[in-house]
């Protein structure tokens, strides 16, 4: 019975090795479904099978259509424009009596307001950029180069002023301060300027360079007072602004008709004729009028600009008017930034008003020689979001509508006031972001980046 076989004498030994067997077979079934799962969620992570990225004119197009500065600033001019159409049609009553019988001929409703508004704004466009017409002449010899550089000459000139004015609003109020008195400041400018301009004899070079910087000076004092008034007795600049404007403008008419001062050929109120030695020289010759203003208002714009984001004053400046007592508390002189803000301004709006007597504007003290530049000013420094680059070119705007307005006038017959519509419009609508935005379904814009950069010092 030993020698037998006995079928279970050899289970014990073969049952553990089985379970052992089983045993690591199922390990090695789990690592390996531990494997293909790990392989299954590497393949569809995004560093296997990254997201195809989106192309430059994809990215442009997406921004383009966004409720960026770029796009609203656009798209307030188109909405301005459109709302003048309107106003043209509804002020002209031969185009407006078309409208009686408009369900009977449409046709005559529709090509009568075609062509007044497009008659009306391609003279606004040949008086303040290009003229077809001349250009052709040119080729064909009938006329000079001069009447095709007429229209930029006309806006560069218009627009020397402003960018000066638009800067002094803007500068204050970088620095926290809303500055009223542009106005005022320009017309003392404007006064020293003439009065260096015609009372005292130097030669060329340098009798421009003093009436230049008695402009200056004269816009740097009546912008102290208000300056001053703020930082030692905290008196508002906006009331002591708006008071000096009177009391620049009532002086200026009494100044003019003083011995001295008044032309001795003339009984109306105007002053004596600025030198010539005194004269901002002409870029374009004696025809055109644009003179060298414009270029010290580009080199104002980047001085302002570097005084703003590179120089120590200009870090000051910015953080006295984002929180003037966290300003105080980190050392700054809030009374002494403030005093320098409103001279500063004052110096800009000075030039301003010097540039309408020395350059190629008039050439005498008159009532009415600084105009509305001080308050065109301001809608310059909130069109240009009161940035120095931005201002430049919204003074280069409303020079165009100011110097088109010219031909529109008399070319198409529709008022000059229509000029300053189109004007206010566009402020309106670039002040209010969040219409433009609802009229044309824009997305909002990506988060402006932040500016990490430190000011330097001088």
Do not use: C
Request: glycine content about 10%; charged content about 10%; hydrophobic content about 50%.
């Amino acid at each position: 019975m030993s020698d037998s076989p006995n079928p279970q004498s050899g289970s014990p030994d073969k049952e553990p090795a089985s379970e052992a067997q089983a045993a690591q077979n199922a390990l090695g079934n789990t690592e390996r479904a531990e494997v293909a799962t790990q392989s299954d969620r590497s393949a569809s992570t995004p560093e296997q099978n990254p997201e195809p990225k989106p192309s430059l004119g994809r990215l442009f197009l997406d921004n383009l259509w966004a409720a960026n500065t770029f796009t609203v600033t656009l798209l307030s001019l188109v909405l301005a424009i459109v709302v003048g159409a309107v106003l043209m049609i509804i002020s002209d009553p031969a185009v407006l009596s078309t409208y009686s019988y408009i369900t009977s001929r449409p046709s005559d409703a529709i090509n009568s307001s075609w062509t007044l508004v497009s008659e009306a704004y391609a003279n606004l466009f040949k008086g303040s950029v290009f003229d077809p017409e001349a250009f052709t002449g040119w080729l064909n010899g009938t006329n000079g180069w001069q009447p095709v550089l007429a229209p930029i000459s006309e806006t560069l000139t218009y627009s020397a002023p402003l960018v000066f004015t638009g800067l002094s609003v803007a500068l204050a109020f970088r620095g926290g301060l809303f500055n009223i008195g542009a106005q005022g400041q320009a017309t003392i400018g404007v006064i020293m300027a003439a009065l260096a301009g015609f009372l005292l004899p130097l030669p060329p070079g340098l009798h421009l360079l003093v009436a230049v910087l008695a402009g200056a000076l004269g816009g740097a004092i009546w912008g102290f007072i208000p300056g001053i008034l703020k930082a030692r007795a905290g008196a508002h600049e906006v009331i002591n602004t708006i008071m000096l404007n009177y009391v620049a403008t009532y002086f200026l008419t009494w100044l003019i008709v003083q011995n001295g001062v008044q032309d001795p050929n003339r009984t109306d109120a105007i002053s004596k004729a600025v030198d010539t030695s005194a004269q901002l020289p002409r870029l374009l010759g004696d025809n055109l009028r644009v003179h060298a203003g414009i270029l010290l208002a580009v080199l104002a714009t980047w001085a302002v600009a570097w005084l703003l984001n590179r120089s120590t004053l200009g870090f000051e400046l910015r953080a006295v008017g984002a929180n003037p007592d966290a300003a105080r508390t980190a050392g700054i002189s809030v009374t002494r930034t403030y005093i320098l803000i409103m001279v500063f301004a004052g110096i800009l709006a000075g030039l301003g008003g010097s540039n309408m007597v020395l350059g190629s504007t008039a050439s005498a003290l008159t009532p009415l020689v600084v105009a509305q530049i001080g308050f065109d000013g301001i809608l310059v420094a909130l069109l240009g979001r009161v940035k120095p680059w931005g201002v430049l070119l919204a003074a280069l705007l409303f020079g165009a509508l100011q110097a088109g307005g010219n031909r529109m006038q008399s070319y198409s017959g529709i008022s000059l006031e229509l000029v300053t519509v189109l004007q206010a419009l566009i402020v309106i609508f670039i002040a209010a972001p969040a219409l433009v935005k609802a009229i044309f379904q824009l997305r909002a814009a990506r988060a402006a980046r932040l500016q990490t950069s430190l000011a330097k010092g001088w």
